[in-house]
């Protein structure tokens, strides 16, 4: 799909990998929604001629007015990227309920309740494009971040299913499967923090114009997914040829980071 001239509606949109994406979209000529709840960064995220509709999106009415006010502004959405998420580092056995609720709330439902309201309209257009933003969590899991990883598991099997529902109206899904992207993530974690071990020897790191990059292209290419960066294949790869290998290997660099009891 081409991108000049696509009303873009992008969820997160006010740092990160948003707010890349914003820049990136708006090169190649797109006309822009962003959304997130700090209205002075999207409107600080290099795209001057962009709608901007700040908003928390764990809330439906917020969800429902960034596609009303991005259809009355441009008359149709092209392509929605949804990125909006959010992380949690506490163990799953640990992990308050509230926290893994609005932590899905966001990863997931506010994802699938925008592409519910976006659909119909793509339809009606005779096509457009979804991208849902999860992650190499959600190919393998980790267990400093177990929840996170489920959440985005869920929206890699949504996006997988979608594609096959949405086929015959020219919709295009593409799941992006970012790994160690250079963002300000996991300074806004619900609870926990990254175990400093694994922190250290975490390898192949990319900015968010790379991501947001390789995001473009997909689109571009009709990508079913998009691995940032590629060589994130290889662990996925080799979670699903030796499970039990990976598993003990990622176990044990967790462990390793807990402090002596």
Same mark, same amino acid.
């Given at each position: 799909?081409?991108?000049?001239?696509?009303?873009?509606?992008?969820?997160? +949109?006010?740092?990160?990998? *948003?707010?890349?994406?914003?820049?990136?979209?708006?090169?190649?000529?797109?006309?822009? +929604?962003?959304?997130?709840?700090?209205?002075?960064? =999207?409107? !600080?995220?290099? +795209?001057?001629?962009?709608?901007?509709?700040?908003?928390?999106? @764990?809330?439906?009415?917020?969800?429902?007015?960034?596609?009303?006010?991005?259809?009355?502004?441009? *008359?149709?959405?092209?392509?929605?990227?949804?990125?909006?998420?959010?992380?949690?580092? /506490?163990?799953?056995?640990?992990?308050?309920?509230?926290?893994?609720?609005?932590?899905?709330? =966001?990863?997931?439902?506010?994802?699938?309740?925008?592409? !519910?309201?976006?659909?119909?309209?793509?339809?009606?257009?005779?096509?457009?494009?979804?991208?849902?933003?999860?992650?190499?969590?959600?190919?393998? $899991?980790?267990?400093?971040?177990?929840?996170?990883?489920?959440?985005?598991?869920?929206?890699? +099997?949504?996006?997988?299913?979608?594609?096959?529902?949405?086929? $015959?109206?020219?919709?295009?899904?593409? /799941?992006?499967?970012?790994?160690?992207?250079? @963002?300000?993530?996991?300074?806004?974690? =619900?609870?926990?923090?990254?175990?400093?071990?694994?922190?250290?020897?975490?390898?192949?790191?990319?900015?968010?114009? !790379?991501?947001?990059?390789?995001?473009?292209?997909?689109?571009?290419?009709?990508?079913?997914?998009?691995?940032?960066?590629?060589?994130?294949?290889?662990?996925?790869?080799?979670?699903?040829?030796?499970?039990? =290998?990976?598993?003990? !290997?990622?176990?044990?660099?967790?462990?390793?980071?807990? $402090?002596?009891?």
């Amino acid at each position: 799909m081409e991108i000049r001239g696509k009303a873009v509606l992008i969820t997160g +949109a006010s740092e990160g990998i *948003g707010a890349a994406c914003a820049r990136i979209f708006a090169q190649r000529g797109a006309r822009l +929604a962003l959304t997130a709840r700090n209205r002075q960064k =999207l409107e !600080q995220a290099g +795209a001057p001629d962009a709608l901007v509709v700040a908003g928390d999106l @764990t809330e439906a009415a917020v969800r429902r007015q960034v596609v009303t006010e991005t259809l009355a502004r441009y *008359g149709r959405i092209d392509i929605l990227v949804n990125n909006a998420g959010v992380g949690l580092y /506490t163990g799953a056995w640990q992990a308050s309920l509230a926290a893994a609720r609005q932590m899905f709330e =966001l990863n997931f439902f506010a994802l699938l309740e925008l592409t !519910q309201l976006v659909v119909p309209h793509m339809r009606e257009q005779g096509g457009g494009a979804i991208v849902n933003v999860s992650s190499i969590a959600g190919k393998a $899991p980790f267990p400093w971040l177990t929840l996170y990883c489920a959440s985005k598991y869920a929206v890699c +099997a949504l996006s997988d299913g979608l594609r096959m529902e949405l086929a $015959p109206y020219h919709i295009q899904v593409t /799941t992006v499967c970012p790994g160690h992207v250079e @963002t300000g993530f996991a300074e806004h974690v =619900l609870e926990g923090r990254l175990p400093e071990r694994v922190r250290r020897t975490r390898k192949f790191p990319i900015s968010a114009e !790379q991501c947001a990059e390789a995001i473009a292209r997909g689109v571009e290419r009709g990508a079913h997914t998009v691995m940032a960066p590629r060589v994130g294949w290889v662990l996925v790869a080799l979670q699903r040829l030796l499970p039990r =290998l990976v598993e003990a !290997q990622v176990a044990r660099l967790y462990h390793a980071s807990e $402090p002596p009891t």
